[in-house]
């Protein structure tokens, strides 16, 4: 399996992607420079967290505009596996590769701490080996996590069931006292309707080693390890 | 060459949790009146004098704000360009591409 890891000018998150992939999970990972206009044959592609461009205009504006974006739309309009961490979401929405925004959070604070979210989609290479209802604990680290839409993309979202995960309590509780950002719904990750792309607020790579206290992100890259060599057999497209 | 001046800002609607605190800070200060906040961006352009205006909401459309949650208005310093002008209710092809997939 070779991952590549999306390095833009303000990416922060992208050697820790690295390290928890070929480093904890033994993969072959390749670094994909913002200026190529290739992924170079990747299996999966991971655009990690940080500031990308400075986060100058909005969040993952500039970023979505960069000459790699052009093949990261091509890889995943054709089925691919794609991951947004963070930042990297936020560029998957402002690329247009996922629908709806990201705004300030409701508290204006910028949030920095360990999360509990719940799976509520399966229909992902990223959560094909997980169960609906199981709770993760990863940590985030944003300013501009809050997810918003118009009522009828949420509709959408709800009904074609492409809200992957929601912030919850440890008992697996959406409450508003567990949501770290206001983000509608509690969302803090959502998917493409056909499955392939799959953006998310938390941070796995933080999450993938008992060292860094939760080994619950490692789950996520290991459910894309085992989809994408087949062994799983996720359904894509809903 | 003529200045363009775009104004940026959240859509009615969206929570605009900036103005909502800056509000809260200019009523500590004692400015009890002030009844709402609303805070934005703002970008000049610098173009050449006959630049089309249609390219200039193009721009705003698909890099200079976010037509899912912001509008803008185009200020100009050209005469006879239109003062002021508001595209984000008018047309918004983007918010369709970004809405589902």
Known sequence: MRFGVVVFPGSNCDRDCVHALRTVLGQDVAELWHGDDSIRGVDCVVLPGGFAYGDYLRAGAIAATAPVMEAVGRFARAGGAVIGICNGFQILLEAGLLPGAMIRNASLQFRCRDVWMRVESTQTPFTAGLRVGQVLQMPIAHGEGNYYAPPSVFDALEQHGQIVFRYCDPTGAVTADANPNGAARGIAGIRSAQGNVVGVMPHPERASEAILGSTDGRLLFQSAIDSLAGLRGVTVGA | ?101
């Open chain 2, 1 to 101: 060459m003529a200045t363009i001046r775009i104004i940026v800002t959240l859509k009615p609607g969206v929570l605009d949790a900036q103005g909502q605190a800056v509000r809260r800070g200019l009523r500590a200060l004692g400015y009890g009146a002030v009844q709402d906040v609303k805070m934005g961006r703002y970008i000049e352009l610098t173009i050449p004098d006959a630049y089309p205006q249609e390219e200039i909401h193009q721009m705003c459309d698909r890099l200079l704000a976010n037509p899912l949650i912001e509008e803008w208005r185009l200020e100009s310093s050209r005469p006879n360009g239109d003062r002021t002008r508001s595209r984000a209710e008018a047309r918004s092809p983007k918010p369709e591409a970004r809405g589902l997939h």
